[in-house]
């Protein structure tokens, strides 16, 4: 089982914003340690889209956003494109587990 | 880049050994992780090795099957995997690490290697 816990999908329409959970504990996410976010598209390695709760990046849009606040975070897509599809992970870190991600979330547009 | 090598069917018990080349930044100065991907599951943190190799650490799942070690003359990475299991069928990427205070994180993967354990 995931240690951070994310919504299995979600979707949206063209142009339109989706906002994308994490939730984890107070050893992880809780305890202070940062949010980062990952994008998947198929059949590719996951790519560092969000690092440290709320940075970009190089070469990533800003219609993608992190904020974090106790023990979740999230991510904002706004003006979704087709292009965006994809699974989106968040990961952190853990006292006692060292890396431990979000089990993802397939964004449909 | 990164990019893996050494993936294959093997049956039950056996071993295998990934490989990671990394070319286009200072392999010395960055730790290294292996991070594998079951098929159609999550993301899961398999290993951590320090840019000296005086510092690694396991997934406890795997410990004890799974041996990291890097070779910075080479720029190259590895994971020696031994008594294979069904349930480490997965593709394994490696990912270079970013130390920060508030935690770690991978800056750029490699495009994985799909490791099948089957009879």
């Known amino acids: 089982q995931p240690v951070l816990t994310q919504p299995p999908s979600v979707s949206g329409a063209p142009g339109q914003s989706v906002t994308i959970s994490c939730t984890g504990s107070s050893s992880n996410i809780g305890a202070g340690y940062a949010v980062h976010w990952y994008q998947q598209l198929p059949g590719t390695a996951p790519k560092l889209l969000i690092y440290?709760?709320?940075n970009r990046p190089s070469g990533v849009p800003d219609r993608f956003s992190g904020s974090k606040s106790g023990t979740s975070a999230s991510l904002a897509i706004t003006g979704l494109q087709a292009e965006d599809e994809a699974d989106y992970f968040c990961?952190?870190?853990?006292?006692?587990?060292?890396?431990?991600f979000g089990g993802g979330t397939k964004l449909t547009v | 880049q990164l990019v893996e090598s050494g993936g294959g069917l093997v049956k039950p018990g056996g071993s295998l050994r990934l490989s990671c080349a990394a070319s286009?930044?200072?392999?010395?100065?960055?730790?290294m992780n292996w991070v594998r991907q079951a098929p159609g599951k999550g993301l899961e943190w398999v290993s951590f090795?320090?840019?000296?190799?005086?510092?690694?650490s396991y997934t406890e799942s795997l410990r004890g099957r799974i041996t990291i070690s890097r070779d910075n003359a080479k720029n190259s990475l590895y994971l020696q995997m031994n008594s294979l299991r069904a349930e480490d069928t997965a593709v394994y990427f490696c990912?270079?690490?970013?130390?920060?205070?508030?935690?770690?994180?991978?800056?750029?993967w490699g495009q994985g290697a799909l490791v099948t354990v089957s009879s």
């Open positions: 286009g930044f200072t392999f010395n100065s960055y730790g």
């Open positions: 440290l709760n709320t």
């Open positions: 090795i320090s840019a000296s190799s005086n510092y690694i």
């Open positions: 990961q952190s870190y853990d006292r006692s587990l060292n890396a431990v």
């Open positions: 990912a270079r690490d970013r130390q920060e205070y508030l935690g770690t994180y991978f800056d750029l």
